[in-house]
């Protein structure tokens, strides 16, 4: 898993009203997708020093949005807000770190910087500060050191902490493996959207695997996850819909999973499917492909 940067606008006071009126022009415009505007009003508050419009402009430069893309300008103006205190400039700023990103690639810089962060609260850097931890990326390695960082980005909500948390406790990383943990922690992601976590725990309930084993409650949590395009979860739900385990056993669905998988390089998927196929009129055949193609079509929305 890749660092990750905070996108969160924040509030902060500004030395005088007509200035924090531009601000707020500046920032509603850039939510709004009008970069011209947003560039117009934020670069002069930038210049002037103030650390919202700094980290601001130093997102649309990173981003190329009414800008050409710079990752070196948006370095620069992050580490502007940065020395100022401003959380999400670390965090993002120590993400370019990590990533080597119009910097020179430097992980104990970044963990620096993350730390700064996320002793203020800043959820993502707190995520990131962790991943180092766990991969002994600038900072030496402590597993422990690495739970409490995505414990406390995981209470805040996010969902890729609650899902490493999950990994974590479910193949032992450095701590005694315990399924039960890692449920609890994937269900939050779950709940929260990620497609991973989703799949992680339709297999926890298919296989029993810190919760009793339910084919039902397995089925619904890979039927998310593959509708988000989770590869495990759509070769998964194949096996479901082959068996009958939670579902209605239906060799056709089976087919068009399992060929769904198999185009994004599945091989077992793809023998799966061609042993499937033998016990298939060739009409059926027919049929599933047609519903693989219009399920990737709609890029997984139109699969039943």
Not at 35 to 42: D, N, Q, V
Not at 77 to 87: D, S, V
Not at 136 to 164: C, K, M, P
Request: aromatic letters at 10%; proline letters at 1%; hydrophobic letters at 40%.
């Amino acid at each position: 898993m890749r660092f990750i940067r905070c996108a969160a606008l924040a509030l902060m006071l500004t030395p005088t009203l007509s200035a924090a009126q531009n601000l707020d022009v500046g920032l509603t415009a850039a939510r709004a997708g009008d970069f011209a505007t947003a560039l117009s009003e934020l670069r002069p508050l930038a210049e002037q020093g103030d650390a919202l419009a700094q980290h601001n402009l130093g997102v649309m430069y990173y981003n190329g949005h009414g800008v050409l893309q710079d990752f070196a300008e948006a370095a620069r103006l992050y580490r502007l807000a940065a020395e100022q205190g401003f959380a999400a400039a670390q965090s993002n700023l120590g993400a370019m770190y990590s990533e080597g990103q119009g910097l020179v690639k430097d992980y104990g810089e970044a963990a620096k910087l993350y730390r700064l962060a996320a002793e203020q609260g800043d959820k993502t850097a707190q995520f990131n500060l962790g991943f180092a931890y766990q991969h002994g990326q600038g900072v030496n390695q402590d597993i422990n050191e690495a739970i409490e960082w995505y414990r406390s980005a995981a209470e805040q909500g996010l969902t890729f902490a609650q899902a490493n948390l999950g990994a974590v406790f479910a193949y032992g990383k450095g701590v005694p493996q315990d399924n039960v943990k890692a449920v609890q922690w994937w269900r939050m992601a779950a709940e929260g959207g990620d497609a991973l976590s989703q799949s992680r725990l339709g297999f926890a309930y298919a296989n029993g695997e810190g919760v009793p084993q339910d084919y039902t409650e397995a089925a619904k949590w890979l039927k998310l996850a593959a509708k988000k395009g989770d590869v495990t979860a759509q070769f998964n739900l194949g096996g479901q819909y082959q068996h009958g385990l939670g579902v209605v056993q239906d060799y056709a669905t089976a087919h068009m999973w399992y060929n769904i998988a198999a185009a994004k390089g599945d091989k077992q998927a793809g023998a799966l499917r061609d042993t499937l196929a033998d016990r298939m009129t060739n009409d059926a055949i027919s049929e599933a492909q047609k519903r693989a193609r219009e399920c990737m079509a709609s890029s997984y929305q139109d699969c039943d």
